[in-house]
Protein backbone atom coordinates (compact mmCIF):
# COMPACT_ATOMS: atom_id res chain seq x y z
CA UNK A 1 0.00 0.00 0.00
CA UNK A 2 1.28 3.60 -0.07
CA UNK A 3 2.44 5.95 2.68
CA UNK A 4 -0.07 8.57 1.36
CA UNK A 5 -3.25 8.08 1.66
CA UNK A 6 -5.52 4.61 2.41
CA UNK A 7 -8.18 5.65 -0.41
CA UNK A 8 -5.81 6.15 -3.33
CA UNK A 9 -4.21 2.78 -2.28
CA UNK A 10 -8.10 1.34 -3.04
CA UNK A 11 -7.54 2.77 -7.02
CA UNK A 12 -4.25 0.82 -7.19
CA UNK A 13 -3.77 -2.34 -9.59
CA UNK A 14 -1.26 -3.34 -7.50
CA UNK A 15 -2.27 -7.39 -7.37
CA UNK A 16 0.95 -7.93 -4.73
CA UNK A 17 -1.29 -5.60 -2.09
CA UNK A 18 -4.34 -7.50 -2.54
CA UNK A 19 -3.87 -9.51 0.63
CA UNK A 20 -3.92 -6.83 2.45
CA UNK A 21 -7.44 -6.24 1.99
CA UNK A 22 -10.49 -7.54 3.69
CA UNK A 23 -12.04 -10.60 3.28
CA UNK A 24 -15.09 -8.82 2.16
CA UNK A 25 -13.10 -6.44 0.08
CA UNK A 26 -12.20 -8.47 -2.94
CA UNK A 27 -13.59 -11.01 -4.49
CA UNK A 28 -11.19 -14.29 -4.69
CA UNK A 29 -12.78 -17.42 -2.73
CA UNK A 30 -9.93 -18.61 -0.44
CA UNK A 31 -11.66 -22.36 -0.72
CA UNK A 32 -12.32 -22.25 -4.41
CA UNK A 33 -11.18 -25.87 -5.65
CA UNK A 34 -10.38 -27.03 -1.82
CA UNK A 35 -11.90 -30.50 -1.11
CA UNK A 36 -14.08 -29.92 2.13
CA UNK A 37 -14.54 -33.73 2.32
CA UNK A 38 -12.65 -34.27 6.19
CA UNK A 39 -10.17 -36.89 5.86
CA UNK A 40 -10.85 -40.40 6.90
CA UNK A 41 -7.74 -40.08 9.89
CA UNK A 42 -9.07 -36.58 11.44
CA UNK A 43 -11.54 -36.87 14.07
CA UNK A 44 -14.22 -34.26 13.11
CA UNK A 45 -14.74 -33.36 17.37
CA UNK A 46 -11.44 -32.33 17.45
CA UNK A 47 -11.27 -30.37 13.83
CA UNK A 48 -14.15 -28.46 15.14
CA UNK A 49 -12.97 -28.02 18.17
CA UNK A 50 -9.99 -26.11 16.97
CA UNK A 51 -11.75 -24.30 14.20
CA UNK A 52 -13.47 -22.90 17.34
CA UNK A 53 -10.54 -21.86 19.10
CA UNK A 54 -9.15 -20.10 16.11
CA UNK A 55 -12.18 -18.92 15.06
CA UNK A 56 -13.58 -17.53 18.09
CA UNK A 57 -10.60 -15.26 18.40
CA UNK A 58 -10.48 -13.89 15.72
CA UNK A 59 -14.09 -12.90 15.97
CA UNK A 60 -13.53 -11.29 19.03
CA UNK A 61 -10.37 -9.69 18.30
CA UNK A 62 -12.63 -8.28 15.19
CA UNK A 63 -15.36 -7.01 17.77
CA UNK A 64 -12.78 -5.08 19.60
CA UNK A 65 -11.08 -3.29 16.43
CA UNK A 66 -14.74 -2.37 15.01
CA UNK A 67 -14.90 -0.46 18.40
CA UNK A 68 -12.31 1.26 17.52
CA UNK A 69 -14.10 3.44 14.88
CA UNK A 70 -15.17 7.11 15.98
CA UNK A 71 -12.06 6.41 18.60
CA UNK A 72 -9.21 6.16 16.92
CA UNK A 73 -6.48 9.19 16.80
CA UNK A 74 -6.95 9.84 12.99
CA UNK A 75 -9.56 9.21 10.30
CA UNK A 76 -7.26 7.29 8.70
CA UNK A 77 -6.18 4.76 12.03
CA UNK A 78 -10.04 4.21 11.85
CA UNK A 79 -9.99 3.30 8.46
CA UNK A 80 -7.34 1.02 8.99
CA UNK A 81 -8.35 -0.75 12.11
CA UNK A 82 -11.83 -1.39 10.65
CA UNK A 83 -9.75 -3.01 7.76
CA UNK A 84 -7.76 -5.39 9.74
CA UNK A 85 -11.05 -6.30 12.27
CA UNK A 86 -12.67 -7.24 8.40
CA UNK A 87 -9.92 -9.39 8.26
CA UNK A 88 -10.65 -11.17 11.07
CA UNK A 89 -14.48 -11.45 10.77
CA UNK A 90 -13.63 -12.96 6.89
CA UNK A 91 -11.71 -15.36 9.00
CA UNK A 92 -13.57 -16.26 11.88
CA UNK A 93 -16.51 -16.97 9.10
CA UNK A 94 -14.44 -19.14 7.49
CA UNK A 95 -13.35 -20.79 10.64
CA UNK A 96 -17.10 -21.28 12.37
CA UNK A 97 -18.32 -22.51 9.27
CA UNK A 98 -15.84 -25.65 8.63
CA UNK A 99 -16.32 -26.34 12.79
CA UNK A 100 -20.53 -26.58 12.32
CA UNK A 101 -19.37 -29.11 9.00
CA UNK A 102 -16.27 -30.86 10.88
CA UNK A 103 -18.38 -31.85 13.94
CA UNK A 104 -21.46 -32.83 11.69
CA UNK A 105 -23.71 -30.61 13.63
CA UNK A 106 -24.17 -28.58 10.64
CA UNK A 107 -24.31 -25.44 12.67
CA UNK A 108 -23.71 -22.09 11.20
CA UNK A 109 -21.45 -19.61 11.38
CA UNK A 110 -24.49 -17.19 12.85
CA UNK A 111 -25.27 -19.96 15.02
CA UNK A 112 -22.11 -20.35 16.28
CA UNK A 113 -21.44 -16.17 16.71
CA UNK A 114 -24.66 -15.54 18.25
CA UNK A 115 -26.25 -17.96 19.71
CA UNK A 116 -23.26 -19.79 22.41
CA UNK A 117 -23.37 -18.35 26.11
CA UNK A 118 -19.95 -16.85 27.02
CA UNK A 119 -18.74 -20.01 28.93
CA UNK A 120 -19.32 -21.40 25.48
CA UNK A 121 -16.77 -18.97 23.84
CA UNK A 122 -12.91 -20.47 23.30
CA UNK A 123 -10.99 -17.68 22.30
CA UNK A 124 -7.75 -16.53 24.71
CA UNK A 125 -8.35 -14.27 27.33
CA UNK A 126 -5.70 -11.50 25.42
CA UNK A 127 -8.59 -10.51 22.56
CA UNK A 128 -11.66 -9.48 24.86
CA UNK A 129 -9.92 -6.94 26.99
CA UNK A 130 -11.81 -3.88 26.56
CA UNK A 131 -9.69 -1.34 24.57
CA UNK A 132 -8.12 0.88 26.57
CA UNK A 133 -5.88 3.59 24.98
CA UNK A 134 -4.43 3.36 21.00
CA UNK A 135 -1.49 2.35 22.81
CA UNK A 136 -3.26 -0.90 23.94
CA UNK A 137 -5.05 -1.54 20.76
CA UNK A 138 -1.25 -1.42 19.14
CA UNK A 139 0.53 -3.62 21.77
CA UNK A 140 -2.84 -6.46 21.90
CA UNK A 141 -2.72 -5.97 17.62
CA UNK A 142 1.33 -6.50 17.60
CA UNK A 143 1.72 -9.39 20.47
CA UNK A 144 -2.00 -11.50 18.32
CA UNK A 145 -0.87 -10.61 14.74
CA UNK A 146 3.27 -11.84 15.61
CA UNK A 147 1.96 -15.15 17.00
CA UNK A 148 -1.10 -15.97 14.53
CA UNK A 149 1.08 -15.31 11.50
CA UNK A 150 3.64 -17.57 12.48
CA UNK A 151 1.17 -20.12 13.48
CA UNK A 152 -1.32 -19.42 10.16
CA UNK A 153 2.13 -19.93 8.34
CA UNK A 154 2.61 -23.73 10.03
CA UNK A 155 -0.83 -24.67 9.65
CA UNK A 156 -0.75 -23.51 5.71
CA UNK A 157 2.03 -26.19 5.40
CA UNK A 158 1.08 -29.00 8.28
CA UNK A 159 -2.82 -28.66 9.00
CA UNK A 160 -4.25 -32.17 8.63
CA UNK A 161 -7.36 -30.49 6.92
CA UNK A 162 -7.30 -29.04 3.31
CA UNK A 163 -10.08 -26.33 4.38
CA UNK A 164 -8.01 -25.18 7.54
CA UNK A 165 -4.52 -25.10 5.16
CA UNK A 166 -6.50 -22.82 3.01
CA UNK A 167 -7.72 -20.45 5.63
CA UNK A 168 -4.34 -20.24 7.24
CA UNK A 169 -2.79 -20.01 3.46
CA UNK A 170 -4.95 -16.65 2.92
CA UNK A 171 -5.05 -15.55 6.49
CA UNK A 172 -0.87 -15.97 7.36
CA UNK A 173 -1.00 -12.97 4.39
CA UNK A 174 -3.51 -10.79 6.11
CA UNK A 175 -1.39 -10.75 9.48
CA UNK A 176 1.68 -10.39 7.91
CA UNK A 177 -0.32 -6.69 7.27
CA UNK A 178 -1.23 -6.69 10.59
CA UNK A 179 1.68 -7.18 12.12
CA UNK A 180 3.57 -4.64 9.34
CA UNK A 181 0.54 -2.03 10.64
CA UNK A 182 1.13 -2.62 14.84
CA UNK A 183 5.38 -2.61 14.32
CA UNK A 184 5.20 0.76 12.32
CA UNK A 185 3.46 2.24 15.45
CA UNK A 186 5.52 0.50 18.27
CA UNK A 187 8.34 1.94 16.67
CA UNK A 188 6.56 5.46 15.91
CA UNK A 189 5.40 5.45 19.58
CA UNK A 190 8.51 3.93 21.40
CA UNK A 191 10.91 6.28 19.80
CA UNK A 192 8.93 9.35 19.51
CA UNK A 193 8.30 11.59 22.75
CA UNK A 194 8.79 10.65 26.59
CA UNK A 195 5.22 10.40 26.51
CA UNK A 196 4.78 8.15 23.92
CA UNK A 197 7.19 6.11 24.93
CA UNK A 198 5.51 5.46 28.52
CA UNK A 199 2.18 4.81 27.10
CA UNK A 200 3.17 2.17 24.60
CA UNK A 201 5.43 0.65 27.41
CA UNK A 202 2.43 0.69 29.83
CA UNK A 203 0.40 -1.03 26.34
CA UNK A 204 3.10 -3.54 26.44
CA UNK A 205 3.26 -4.25 30.00
CA UNK A 206 -0.09 -4.67 31.05
CA UNK A 207 -0.75 -7.02 27.65
CA UNK A 208 1.91 -9.58 27.75
CA UNK A 209 0.92 -11.41 30.96
CA UNK A 210 -1.82 -12.56 28.42
CA UNK A 211 0.38 -13.65 25.63
CA UNK A 212 1.51 -17.43 26.83
CA UNK A 213 -2.31 -18.36 26.36
CA UNK A 214 -1.63 -18.44 23.02
CA UNK A 215 1.12 -21.08 23.40
CA UNK A 216 -0.74 -23.36 25.54
CA UNK A 217 -1.99 -25.80 23.40
CA UNK A 218 -5.50 -27.34 23.96
CA UNK A 219 -6.32 -30.98 24.21
CA UNK A 220 -7.80 -31.26 20.51
CA UNK A 221 -4.74 -29.34 19.30
CA UNK A 222 -2.46 -32.30 20.25
CA UNK A 223 -4.49 -34.57 19.34
CA UNK A 224 -4.08 -33.35 15.74
CA UNK A 225 -0.53 -33.30 15.67
CA UNK A 226 -0.55 -29.92 16.27
CA UNK A 227 1.40 -28.07 19.78
CA UNK A 228 1.82 -23.87 19.67
CA UNK A 229 4.35 -24.65 22.39
CA UNK A 230 6.36 -24.80 19.41
CA UNK A 231 5.91 -21.72 18.74
CA UNK A 232 6.92 -19.84 21.73
CA UNK A 233 10.91 -19.60 21.68
CA UNK A 234 10.36 -18.01 17.87
CA UNK A 235 7.67 -15.96 18.25
CA UNK A 236 8.93 -13.99 21.72
CA UNK A 237 12.32 -13.30 19.74
CA UNK A 238 10.90 -11.60 16.97
CA UNK A 239 8.50 -10.05 19.36
CA UNK A 240 11.66 -8.76 21.48
CA UNK A 241 13.60 -7.94 18.47
CA UNK A 242 10.30 -5.43 17.46
CA UNK A 243 10.21 -4.20 21.23
CA UNK A 244 14.45 -3.31 21.19
CA UNK A 245 14.14 -1.66 18.07
CA UNK A 246 11.41 0.81 19.55
CA UNK A 247 13.67 1.48 22.40
CA UNK A 248 11.50 -0.03 24.77
CA UNK A 249 11.85 -2.82 27.21
CA UNK A 250 10.83 -6.61 26.92
CA UNK A 251 8.15 -6.88 29.99
CA UNK A 252 8.51 -9.41 32.39
CA UNK A 253 5.84 -10.22 34.38
CA UNK A 254 4.46 -14.15 34.43
CA UNK A 255 1.33 -15.19 32.49
CA UNK A 256 -1.83 -14.42 33.85
CA UNK A 257 -3.05 -16.69 36.23
CA UNK A 258 -5.66 -19.20 35.02
CA UNK A 259 -8.94 -19.82 37.07
CA UNK A 260 -9.06 -23.20 39.02
CA UNK A 261 -6.73 -23.96 36.34
CA UNK A 262 -8.50 -23.16 33.56
CA UNK A 263 -8.14 -20.44 30.67
CA UNK A 264 -10.48 -19.10 27.73
CA UNK A 265 -9.83 -21.89 25.74
CA UNK A 266 -11.77 -23.82 28.76
CA UNK A 267 -14.26 -21.21 28.98
CA UNK A 268 -13.05 -18.95 31.63
CA UNK A 269 -12.96 -15.43 30.68
CA UNK A 270 -12.98 -12.07 32.11
CA UNK A 271 -15.36 -9.95 32.55
CA UNK A 272 -14.50 -8.27 29.52
CA UNK A 273 -16.15 -10.38 27.44
CA UNK A 274 -20.14 -10.86 28.59
CA UNK A 275 -20.67 -7.09 27.62
CA UNK A 276 -19.14 -7.34 24.43
CA UNK A 277 -20.91 -10.42 23.60
CA UNK A 278 -24.09 -8.89 24.60
CA UNK A 279 -23.29 -6.32 21.65
CA UNK A 280 -22.12 -8.42 19.14
CA UNK A 281 -25.28 -10.97 19.68
CA UNK A 282 -28.05 -7.96 20.29
CA UNK A 283 -29.61 -7.88 17.40
CA UNK A 284 -29.84 -11.40 16.44
CA UNK A 285 -31.33 -12.44 19.74
CA UNK A 286 -33.86 -9.52 19.68
CA UNK A 287 -35.09 -10.62 15.83
CA UNK A 288 -34.18 -14.55 15.85
CA UNK A 289 -34.82 -15.84 12.15
CA UNK A 290 -34.66 -12.46 10.93
CA UNK A 291 -32.59 -11.52 6.86
CA UNK A 292 -32.13 -8.12 5.58
Known amino acids: MTDDHVYLTLAQEDHEAEARWAYGTGFADPL ?12 GADLSRYCL ?72 RLVELENGDFAHCVARLLLFATARHAL ?51 GLDALWPLLDELFTAHESELRLGLDPAELREPVLAELAELVAEARLTVPTAPPLARIGGRGGREGAHTEALGPLLAELQAVARQHPGATW
Not at 162 to 170: G, N, Q, T
Open 152 to 202: YTRLAERAPDPVLRAVAARGAKELAYHQEYASSWLLRLGDGTAHSAERMQA
Open 53 to 124: LLGDDALVLAQRLIEWCTHAPELEEEVALANLGLDLLGQARLLLTRAGQADGSGRTEDDLAYWRTEHEFHNV
Open 32 to 43: LGVDTTLAPDVD
